[in-house]
C-alpha cells in the first residue's frame, strides 16, 4: 500500500541547476497534481494532469515544466533553478469521475536552492 | 485574490474541550470542501468533506458545518485529543471536471493535556 510516491525526500541545488522531482503512484489514478508549500503561504498548484497525456498550469508554474510519462507517473522539472524555488514539494493524485474528491499526497521533496 | 482563506494561523485548546477550526471562501463556483490534516514531515491526509447542497457532516469526533449564505465552513472536533495537534487545511473545490483543489494558509492546532 504505497499510494504516492515521491523521490528525492530532500535535495539541495545550487542556483542555476537543474533537477527532476519524481512522483508515482499505484492506486491507478487517472489526475495526478504537483503542489508548494511555503510558510505562511499553505498549498499552492504548481500544474497538474487531469489524466494521461494532459498537463496544465496552475496557480505558479513559472519557472518549472512537467511531464506525465504514463498514468502511473508524474514529474517536476526545475531547468535552473532558484533561491525562490526553495520550498516543500507535495505530488498528489485522484480518482476522477468517482464523486470523491479527496487527494492522497506524497511525503514530500523537501527542496533547498542556495 | 485568496480564495479560500483562514484567518486564524493558531489555535490552541486544552484537551477533552472542542476545536473549532473556521474557514472562509469567495468563489460561489466552490461546490465541494474538504479538510486535510498535516503533521510536520509527512503530507496532508484527508480528514472529511462536505458537498455544498448540504450543511453538515458528521464522522467520529468531526463534524463540517458548511453555511452558504455566509461563504463559511467550520471544523468541530470533539473532544479534541493531544494527537489532534497538527495543521488543518481547508479547501474548496471548482465545479467542473478538472478536479483542481484551492487550499488555505492553514490552522496550526495545538491541543493541550
Known amino acids: 500500500n504505497a499510494g504516492v510516491t515521491q523521490t528525492p525526500k530532500f535535495q539541495v541545488l545550487k542556483t542555476g541547476q537543474s533537477m527532476t522531482l519524481q512522483c508515482a503512484q499505484d492506486?491507478?489514478?487517472?489526475?495526478m497534481y504537483w503542489y508548494r508549500q511555503d510558510p505562511g503561504m499553505g498549498l499552492r498548484l504548481i500544474y497538474y494532469?487531469?489524466?494521461?497525456?494532459?498537463?496544465d498550469k496552475g496557480e505558479v508554474p513559472n519557472g518549472y515544466n512537467v511531464s506525465r510519462l504514463n498514468k502511473r507517473e508524474f514529474s517536476l522539472r526545475l531547468e535552473s533553478a532558484a533561491p525562490s524555488q526553495t520550498s516543500v514539494y507535495f505530488c498528489a493524485s485522484t480518482l476522477m469521475g468517482t464523486g470523491t474528491y479527496g487527494y492522497t499526497f506524497g511525503s514530500g521533496t523537501r527542496l533547498t536552492v542556495v | 485574490d485568496q480564495q479560500v482563506k483562514q484567518n486564524s494561523p493558531s489555535l490552541s485548546v486544552q484537551e477533552g474541550r472542542i476545536s473549532i477550526l473556521n474557514c472562509d471562501y469567495t468563489n460561489s463556483m466552490f461546490d465541494y470542501f474538504l479538510w486535510y490534516k498535516k503533521y510536520p514531515a509527512e503530507g496532508p491526509t484527508f480528514l472529511i468533506s462536505i458537498s455544498s447542497i448540504k450543511d453538515k457532516n458528521e464522522d467520529g469526533r468531526f463534524t463540517v458545518f458548511l453555511n452558504k449564505s455566509a461563504k463559511h465552513l467550520s471544523l468541530h472536533i470533539v473532544p479534541s485529543q493531544p494527537g489532534d495537534s497538527a495543521v488543518y487545511f481547508c479547501a474548496a473545490r471548482s465545479g467542473g471536471s478538472n478536479y483542481k483543489l484551492t487550499f488555505g494558509k492553514g490552522t496550526l492546532l495545538t491541543v493541550n493535556p
Open positions: 494532469s487531469a489524466s494521461e497525456g494532459t498537463t
Open positions: 492506486m491507478n489514478h487517472n489526475s
